[in-house]
C-alpha cells in the first residue's frame, strides 16, 4: 500500500506544471537544456519536481539557499533518470550545499601502520552510508558555455548514487543480465588501458582521477558523457555506447540537425 501511495503521489508531482520561475532557472543554468528534445525536457520537469519534493537541501557554511540553487542541482541530478524506472536515488535523503569548496578533517594512510590527520579541500563528497550529497554551488556548471571542460560535480556525485543503490561501491550501478556482462568486460578494459597510458605519460581524454578506483572511473566518465559526448563518442567509441544503452540517452545526438533520439 506505501509503495502504491508513493508511486501515485510520484505521478502527480511529474504532471504538475513547473513553476515558471523555475523553469527558467533550468533553461538558463543547465548547460546542455536547449539541446534535449522536447520530450525529454518535459520528463526532466518531472522528475525535477520529484527530486524537489523528497529530497532536503541545507545550506552550509553561511550559504543563502534559494530556488535557483535546489532546482539547478535537481536539474542536473534528474538528467540521469531519464527513460529509465527509478526509485529517485532511494539511499539519498539529504543534499548539502556549500558556497564554495570546503575543508573536511579525517585521516590518511601513510604506510606502515602510520595514519596522520590531515584537512582537506572538496568541491563534493558522497557515500553509500552517508545517506546526503555533498556539492560546492560555485562548482556547478551554469549557462550554456558550462561544464565545457567536462567536470560537473553533480553528476559526478549523483552518479556515486546510482553506484550504490546495487549495495556496492564498484563502479557498476544495478544492471539488467545482458548489460552487466558486457559492463564488466568493458569498464575492465578501459579503466586497465587509462592506467597504462597514465603510466606512460600519455595523454588521455579521461581525467587522471578517473584512475583512483572503478567508482571514480564511472563517475567521471558519466560526467565527461553529458558534457563532451562527441569528443568521448570519438575517444572511447565503446564506452560511450555501454553508457548511452545504461542512461538510454545519447548526448552526441542532442547537437544534430535532426531530433535525438533516447538509446535503447
Known sequence: MIRL?????????????LPAEWERHIERNL???????????????????VLL????????DGLALTDEIRVTIAAY??????????????RLTSILVYPTAYIVEGERYRGDGIWEDEPAVR?????????AVVVAWEDVPCGSAAGADGHNVV?????????FEDGATNGTPLLEPP????????????????????????????????????????AVATELFFHSPDRFRQRHTTLYELLAAFYRQ???AWSSSSPSRPAT
Request: proline residues 6%; charged residues 30%; contains cysteine.
Open 5 to 17: 501511495l508513493n508511486s501515485w503521489r510520484r505521478e502527480r508531482l511529474r504532471t504538475l506544471p
Open 31 to 49: 548547460s546542455f537544456f536547449h539541446q534535449l528534445p522536447a520530450r525529454d525536457r518535459r520528463e526532466l520537469f518531472g522528475h525535477t519536481q
Open 53 to 60: 519534493a523528497e529530497k532536503h537541501f541545507e545550506p552550509c
Open 77 to 90: 541530478a534528474a538528467m540521469l533518470l531519464l527513460h529509465r524506472e527509478t526509485d529517485y536515488y532511494s
Open 123 to 131: 568541491l563534493g563528497q558522497t557515500g553509500a552510508r552517508l545517506g
Open 155 to 163: 553528476l559526478h556525485e549523483f552518479a556515486h548514487q546510482l553506484d
Open 179 to 218: 548489460l552487466r556482462e558486457d559492463w564488466a568486460r568493458i569498464f575492465a578494459a578501459e579503466f586497465a588501458e587509462l592506467e597504462r597510458a597514465l603510466v606512460a605519460g600519455e595523454p588521455t581524454f579521461l581525467r587522471p582521477y578517473a584512475a583512483k578506483n572503478p567508482a571514480e572511473f564511472f
Open 250 to 252: 545519447d548526448p552526441a
